[in-house]
């Protein structure tokens, strides 16, 4: 793709929103999250956490009854009634083929507000139905199923042997900003451009990786709410930023060894203070 641009540290600190004296935890952002499930309870607690050691002003849990008590263990401050949300994170821990009437109720009453959405895991099938600007965050295999059940075949060597233009094919198809997840990282838009970067160290390869980065990006794009409503393709922007610091992050987490993904959370706060000095 003609228009691939690669992603920059200054980039990062031009899209991070730090909070200023007049601003209240509502300003800051209130990200709604609705992930995790009865048999994958930990995808909630780590988008949880990565949205608020991102800086979010608020979390508002949604999702499955079982998970919210382990969210509210690791995260107190959560809250789990409903209210004003301005970003909302959807789809990590959870399986589409086994989505209740009740949560899908849920999911499409969220889609319907024109917030910005970020579709991960088991809500990537709904990409195309939310009515504010969209992220979808899918691995090599993910999107391989996602493409493969819209009518074009293609397995997972397929896209990791093409990984752009695939990323690009999938943005046209679907309408909507792909984050296709890897090593090289690409965030393709509709109209045919988009970022590319290193994700960061092979250790981030890991279980739950995924969760926090949505729970990053969720965060970031909540304090941005008003301004991606009226420029919807500006969330490549924030999908870019947030891999960025998810990305290192994982190095400083890693030193160069193994690390968990609630390790990657962790280092979120750090890595953004240096970014901003």
Do not use: C, N
Request: glycine share 12%.
């Amino acid at each position: 793709m003609a228009g691939w641009s690669d992603w920059t540290e200054a980039d990062t600190a031009a899209e991070y929103r730090v909070p200023e004296e007049a601003d209240d935890k509502y300003s800051r952002g209130v990200v709604g999250i609705l992930t995790g499930s009865a048999e994958y309870p930990g995808a909630a607690v780590l988008g949880v956490e990565g949205a608020a050691r991102t800086g979010a002003g608020m979390i508002r849990y949604l999702g499955d009854e079982g998970a919210a008590r382990y969210v509210l263990q690791r995260r107190p401050e959560a809250v789990t009634a409903p209210g004003r949300v301005q970003a909302w994170v959807i789809g990590s821990g959870m399986d589409a083929a086994r989505r209740s009437e009740e949560l899908r109720e849920q999911i499409d009453a969220a889609l319907a507000q024109g917030l910005p959405v970020v579709l991960d895991a088991g809500a990537l099938d709904l990409a195309g139905a939310p009515s504010g600007p969209t992220v979808v965050t899918p691995h090599h295999g993910e999107l391989a199923t996602l493409l493969t059940a819209r009518g074009t075949a293609v397995d997972r060597a397929g896209i990791a042997a093409d990984p752009g233009g695939w990323a690009a094919r999938a943005a046209a198809e679907l309408g909507v900003v792909v984050l296709l997840k890897g090593h090289r990282t690409h965030i393709a838009r509709p109209d045919g451009t988009g970022f590319r970067l290193q994700a960061g160290p092979a250790w981030l390869a890991t279980a739950g990786s995924g969760d926090v980065l949505a729970g990053i990006l969720g965060a970031l794009a909540a304090s941005r709410s008003d301004e991606l409503r009226a420029d919807p393709a500006r969330i490549a922007r924030v999908a870019a930023a947030a891999v960025w610091l998810h990305g290192r992050a994982g190095e400083r987490a890693s030193a160069g060894g193994p690390l968990v993904a609630l390790d990657i959370a962790a280092a979120v706060p750090a890595t953004i203070a240096a970014l901003l000095r």
